[in-house]
């Protein structure tokens, strides 16, 4: 175990406190750095889907996890970016042009819903995002001369320095990982200046806040825009990776997916933003192959254990019909949700401290070290 | 004039008469307490002043500057800080960010250049750290820095608060309880801290407390206040034995 002999105040502000993590997140960037070159395409899509699921994390984070206002919203701000993106390259506007653009519209969109939410808390701010986000799902649908409702709008290839970049190319995944370095590392400097303390002071107790001269109006639609902004970036790059967008894309299961992001992932930490976004982009392909070898996999079971032919046949259709069943999917998030707040509230990142305690520890580590912990977290989320 | 003025203050819920025309004045460099029983409006009156409740009628004055009407972050730019009766600290964040927190007002960086934390950002961060720690070595805080406020015991926290408000660099500082659920001994280390706020820093102390032997420690003057009205005003030794007083306290 380390200890840090801290000599100077410059020792609380770095944000690599020793150097430690210069070895480890070396180590990760260049495993990411290398990675096009030998993972297989398939691999690299999904790598590019976390890139972009965690930039929301982290825009969703800031939100929800540091300023403390719940947000069902965020497959609204992540469709204006989209749109906005299609929409302005049809009228043959360079990428960096429109890049901008949509992140500072969806900044500006961030902020005027802000403005409404000001009066609104807890589950009454979530229905309120709720609204916005099907108001803005039914703008695309009709809006046709913009949107071209529900048929949808191609967007062609990235274009940088007059190069298509194609995105299935390393190129388009590196510029993926640049906006999700660059964003991480911009909240990270939020975080320990002024304005982050002022969100997090917002979080734990507005009258504090408010009494210490925080503007709790100002910094709470900051907090909006901030989050709608980086939002509005991914959705960029969303509407890249599909080069296809309609309507339906961003429905309210992309919002609660967006949530499970931060929710699995541990609620106050960027870490648990890219862990949760590993998780969701995973899960789905899990999801499909459980839902193909499963059937023949029980069935398969049955006949060890003495079922005839017939009876395992009939095993395995059943077992089809229950993986094929509708909602199936939405379910099995929900339960995940429920397990988690249950039993490991800090999410993934909360499990992977205590791993790193365990080690650190050996063979000291007691299970009660994280129960006050656990049972604080647990109470304030009965409130 | 006086250095901080409350006019005929009043708040109203409804029919009943939380603060009823109550005025009083703080000089400069004074420890002011507020007494009185349950209910009385002590706390009401603090709330009146950092505009958490507005006035029902009744001016408040700071510096000879009319305040009434200032939104409620402003009244800590004016250097106003307080505590809070049942500690309204930022549970989830360490000691620290707590501390830094209470800088807030002197913070006068951008948005934007905090994204890049450009090197203006880091020298204010530096200055707004050394200012902490001063507080921090003032108050004895040391061993609890990087700890979360939620696995503090609650003497501690209470010291935080004050902590906080001092890292505002505030001119007048409203205490509310500030011994409310502390032991004897800790209770005497905050009569001496509130003494060395004045001496020291020079801050000019606003109280609300019901411990009488800390009143009698370090305040300079009282109000006792009953059912939103002043009762009496004056020494401590004058308050105690006034007669309206020892009624409210003790029955007619």
Redesign the interface.
């Known amino acids: 175990m380390r200890f840090l002999f801290k000599t100077d105040y410059e020792d609380d502000i770095r944000l690599f406190p020793h150097s430690g993590y210069f070895v480890s997140y070396g180590l990760l960037l260049a495993v990411l750095l290398i990675a096009p070159y030998v993972l297989s395409s398939y691999v690299m899509s999904q790598l590019v889907f976390v890139c972009i699921y965690a930039t929301v994390g982290v825009a969703l984070l800031i939100l929800t996890g540091f300023t403390g206002q719940a947000s069902l919203g965020h497959a609204a701000f992540l469709a204006i970016g989209a749109y906005t993106a299609a929409y302005l390259q049809k009228y043959g506007v360079p990428f960096p042009v429109y890049f901008l653009a949509a992140g500072l519209l969806t900044g500006l969109i961030g902020a005027l819903v802000g403005f409404p939410a000001l009066r609104l808390q807890g589950i009454y701010l979530v229905i309120a995002t709720i609204s916005f986000a099907f108001i803005v799902e039914e703008i695309l649908a009709r809006w046709e001369s913009v949107t071209n409702g529900n048929e949808g709008m191609r967007i062609k290839a990235v274009s940088l320095f007059g190069v298509a970049v194609s995105r299935d190319s390393p190129t388009f995944y590196f510029l993926c990982l640049a906006v999700l370095v660059l964003t991480i590392v911009g909240t990270l400097n939020l975080l320990r200046s002024p304005t982050g303390r002022a969100f997090v002071a917002i979080r734990d107790s507005e009258t504090a806040a408010r009494s210490m001269g925080v503007n709790v109006a100002l910094y709470k639609v900051k907090s909006f825009a901030i989050s709608a902004a980086i939002t509005g970036f991914a959705g960029v790059l969303f509407a890249h990776k599909l080069s296809f967008i309609s309507p339906e894309m961003f429905t309210l299961q992309l919002s609660i997916e967006f949530i499970i992001v931060i929710l699995i992932g541990g609620a106050f930490s960027l870490h648990g933003a890219v862990l949760g976004a590993i998780f969701i982009v995973m899960i789905d392909p899990f999801l499909t192959y459980l839902k193909d070898d499963m059937p023949g996999i029980i069935a398969g079971i049955a006949a060890t254990f003495g079922a005839g032919t017939q009876a395992a046949a009939n095993v395995q259709s059943k077992v089809a019909t229950f993986a094929s069943l509708n909602g199936l999917k939405g379910a099995i998030y929900g339960i995940i949700i429920v397990l988690f707040v249950l039993f490991e509230p800090l999410g993934l990142y909360g499990r992977w401290l205590k791993i790193k305690l365990f080690f650190q520890l050996f063979p000291l580590y007691k299970r009660a070290t994280f129960k006050r912990q656990k049972i604080y977290v647990k109470s304030e989320r009965n409130r | 004039m006086s250095y901080f003025r409350a006019e005929s203050l009043s708040l109203h819920f409804g029919g009943l008469k939380a603060v009823d025309a109550v005025s009083f004045a703080v000089e400069k460099g004074e420890i002011l307490s507020i007494i009185g029983p349950n209910g009385a409006g002590k706390s009401s009156i603090f709330n009146l002043i950092?505009r958490?409740y507005r006035p029902t009628s009744g001016r408040i004055f700071f510096e000879d500057q009319d305040i009434t009407e200032q939104?409620?972050?402003?009244?800590?730019?004016l250097g106003i800080?307080?505590t809070?009766q049942n500690i309204?600290?930022?549970?989830?964040?360490s000691v620290?960010?707590n501390l830094?927190?209470?800088?807030?007002?002197h913070?006068t960086?951008q948005?934007w250049q905090?994204?890049?934390?450009l090197p203006s950002?880091?020298a204010?961060?530096?200055v707004h750290?050394?200012r902490v720690?001063q507080v921090i070595e003032f108050l004895d805080l040391e061993p609890y820095r990087d700890k979360l406020i939620?696995?503090l015991p609650y003497g501690v926290r209470k010291v935080i608060e004050l902590a906080?408000a001092l890292c505002?660099e505030p001119k007048l500082i409203l205490l509310d309880e500030p011994s409310s659920g502390l032991n004897v001994e800790e209770t005497g280390d905050m009569s001496f801290w509130i003494r060395d706020l004045r001496s020291e820093l020079g801050v000019t102390v606003l109280m609300v407390e019901h411990d009488m032997s800390l009143v009698n420690r370090v305040s300079d003057r009282v109000i006792a206040l009953n059912y939103g009205r002043v009762l009496a005003m004056g020494s401590p030794a004058e308050v105690q034995q006034h007669p309206d007083v020892v009624a409210a306290y003790l029955g007619a």
């Open positions: 950092s958490i939104p409620p972050y402003d009244i800590a730019r800080a307080r809070f309204e600290l930022f549970e989830n964040a620290l960010s830094l927190v209470g800088r807030h007002r913070s960086t948005l905090e994204l890049l934390f950002v880091r204010g961060e530096k750290r050394r720690e939620s696995g906080r505002s």
